[in-house]
């Protein structure tokens, strides 16, 4: 229940194109639901984050589309560059009885941008 | 600025030995986590501690060890126990604030045995 499944697992587009990832979660405890940018050989970096009290968040061509009632959220990344080349991982946080808050992580997004 | 120091970047491990990888930050952040992750997979949690002497096994904890003797470090130890180590090691922090419940993350150790 704890789990957040993120899809697809690899995405190529054109350069201009739009990229959407989409992720599912199950326990509606989660309350804050962040998007992270990894190229290779480095850390996961904190892309956008949004709460559910609010149905999107767009901060310049990332956009957050959040969806409560059927417990889905997707990034959208509009005018796709090479340099968005990188695997984007969706995740969760939320209290659940008898634990510390932390993230739960998707399986992360490949996503590909060709010039 | 303030960030998480990892370090080696890269650490070479003999088969049978156990190895330290260091994990430090300057954020005053409560919390850290350590995570594995293979080729095109995932992020995997190893451990975490939420203060100072104090931490809790994650999903994949056989064959790692951890101390939390200071706030600032975090270092985790992989031992000989860990039969297939080779991975990228990335260690994160957050304050848990409710203003930001994220994550921040060092920028990796990558461990190969050889």
């Known amino acids: 229940q704890q789990q957040v499944k993120q899809s697809p697992q690899s995405l190529i587009v054109q350069k201009g194109g739009i990229s959407i990832i989409n992720c599912a979660y199950e326990?509606?405890?989660?309350?804050?639901f962040p998007w992270y940018q990894q190229f290779p050989g480095k850390g996961p970096a904190l892309l956008i984050a949004?709460?559910?009290?609010?149905s999107e968040k767009k901060e310049g061509r990332f956009t957050i589309s959040f969806n409560k009632s059927a417990k889905q959220f997707s990034l959208h990344i509009m005018d796709s560059q090479p340099g968005d080349s990188a695997t984007y991982f969706c995740?969760?946080?939320?209290?659940?009885?008898?634990?510390?808050?932390?993230?739960?992580f998707g399986s992360g997004t490949q996503l590909t941008v060709l010039p | 600025d303030g960030g998480i120091t990892q370090s080696p970047k890269y650490l070479f491990r003999k088969e049978g030995q156990n190895v330290t990888l260091s994990c430090e930050q300057n954020?005053?952040?409560?919390?850290m986590y350590w995570y594995r992750q293979d080729p095109g997979q995932g992020l995997r949690l190893i451990y975490y501690?939420?203060?100072?002497?104090?931490?809790q096994k994650g999903d994949i904890a056989e064959g790692y060890s951890v101390s939390r003797e200071k706030k600032e470090s975090f270092p985790l130890t992989v031992t000989s126990a860990q039969k297939n180590p080779t991975a990228f090691y990335l260690c994160?922090?957050?304050?848990?604030?409710?203003?930001?419940?994220?994550?921040?993350f060092g920028s990796g150790t990558r461990l190969t045995v050889v």
């Open positions: 994160a922090s957050s304050s848990g604030d409710s203003r930001d419940y994220g994550y921040t």
């Open positions: 326990n509606t405890a989660f309350d804050y």
């Open positions: 949004i709460r559910p009290d609010v």
């Open positions: 995740a969760a946080s939320g209290r659940f009885s008898g634990s510390a808050r932390q993230l739960t």
């Open positions: 954020l005053n952040h409560d919390a």
């Open positions: 501690s939420q203060i100072v002497n104090d931490f």
